[in-house]
Structure formats: C-alpha cells, structure tokens
C-alpha cells in the first residue's frame, strides 16, 4: 500500500529537550515536505526536499531542522523545542512531475511545555 | 491580500443538494490547482486538480477554473453526509503549495 509514514503520532515534551519526528515514504517520490498546521493560519511549510541531499527553508523553517539522506526518509528535528512549536505537523511527498498531487501522513500532535 | 483565499464557511447544505466551494488566487502566473479534502482529525487528501482553463468532472466533484478571473471552484453533487469536511483549496506557485484557510461543509441529513 502506498503511504507516507510520521512516528510519533502524539508527544508531548517539554521546552528545550532535543526531539525528531521520522517521516517515511514507500512511492519512490522524489519531493518530500513537512507543514505545521495551526487553527485560523492553516497550512504553512516548514522545509522541503526536492531528492536526496537537496532540502530548502519554506515559509516557516525557524526552530526546525530537517536531512534527505536517503530518499524514502525526511526526519523533521527540532534541536530546541519551544511552546510556540506546539501544533499539527503534516509530511508529505509526491513525484516531481506532479508536485502539486502530495500525499499526506497522518499527522504528529506535538505539545511543548 | 492572501495568496489563496477561501470563505472558512462553515458552510451547511441539506443532503442531495450541490455544495459549491470558491477560492481565489493572488499570482496570475499560477498554473497548478487543486482541492484537499481533510476530515475532523485527519491528514489532508488529494480529491481533485486541474490546469486548465475550464471544468473537470470526477464523479460527483466539478473543478472549475477561470485563469482570467484567478477564480477556482469546486462543486460536490448530490451532497452527502460524509462529504462534511473541511476543504482546503491549494495553488502550485513559486516552487510550493499554497494553501487556503479551508472551508468547512457541514452536509445535514
């Protein structure tokens, strides 16, 4: 079955402590990318990737870190997390002739206290 | 001005009824739509895109978009009850999706 994966679905951490959410995609897709979702500013991008190697800052890469060191995989690091990071986080991938066609996984509920 | 604008709705219609959703967009050079659909709790999911100028049919969804205008719409036919969610309208432009604040249907039995 086709799918993006993101582990953990739920954490809940406190200010500061060191943590990655994995994102993984089983379709060969060259263009990954991670958003935040927030209630009245939706969805925003964090970073992306258009292949291995290859990532760039989206509209709110502040306090994130992301690797493309394999193509499947497109970990979302946050090296210092603060309670403004508390939101919905959506990876999502799809091929590069068809960018706009993303597939989603099923999001990470992070909290930070 | 927002680059792609959507009413948040929510926006309610009896069940059988055409649901019509509207979205507008800021850059003329867009060439790519689309329409998300995420339920309550859940990710978003591709439903419909066009590039054309013009409609698409799929099923009980119509895309329609009028370049000219900056204008995408989508129309859900015969409305169902489990059509209620938000639908997000998204614009390919400058390298990344853009996407609207969404417009929740409500389909009432």
């Known amino acids: 079955e086709a799918q993006v994966t993101q582990n953990p679905r739920y954490l809940i951490t406190v200010t500061g402590k060191k943590l990655t959410v994995t994102c993984s995609q089983n379709?060969?897709?060259?263009?990954m990318s991670w958003y935040r979702q927030d209630p009245g500013l939706g969805l925003r991008q964090i970073y992306y990737?258009?292949?291995?190697?290859?990532?760039d800052k989206g509209d709110v890469p502040e306090g994130y870190k992301v690797s493309r060191k394999e193509k499947r995989n497109f970990p979302l690091i946050l090296e210092s997390p603060s309670p403004n990071q508390t939101s919905l986080y959506f990876c999502?991938?799809?091929?590069?002739?068809?960018?706009?066609?993303?597939?989603f996984g099923p999001g990470t509920r992070l909290t930070v206290t | 001005q927002k680059e792609v604008e959507q009413n948040s709705g929510p926006l309610s219609v009896p069940e059988g009824a055409i649901a019509s959703l509207n979205c507008t967009y800021s850059?003329?050079?867009?060439?790519?739509f689309f329409w998300y659909r995420q339920y309550s709790g859940k990710s978003p999911e591709l439903i419909m895109f066009?590039?054309?100028?013009g409609d698409k049919e799929d099923g009980r969804f119509t895309a329609q978009l009028n370049k000219a205008s900056q204008y995408v719409s989508l129309l859900i036919r015969d409305s169902q009850p489990s059509d209620s969610a938000t639908y997000l309208c998204?614009?390919?432009?400058?390298?990344?999706?853009?996407f609207g604040q969404g417009t929740e249907l409500s389909v009432k039995p």
């Open positions: 379709m060969n897709h060259e263009y």
């Open positions: 850059d003329r050079g867009s060439q790519s």
């Open positions: 998204a614009v390919w432009g400058g390298g990344k999706l853009i």
């Open positions: 990737s258009m292949n291995v190697e290859v990532t």
């Open positions: 999502a991938s799809s091929s590069l002739d068809s960018l706009g066609e993303q597939y």
């Open positions: 066009i590039y054309s100028n």
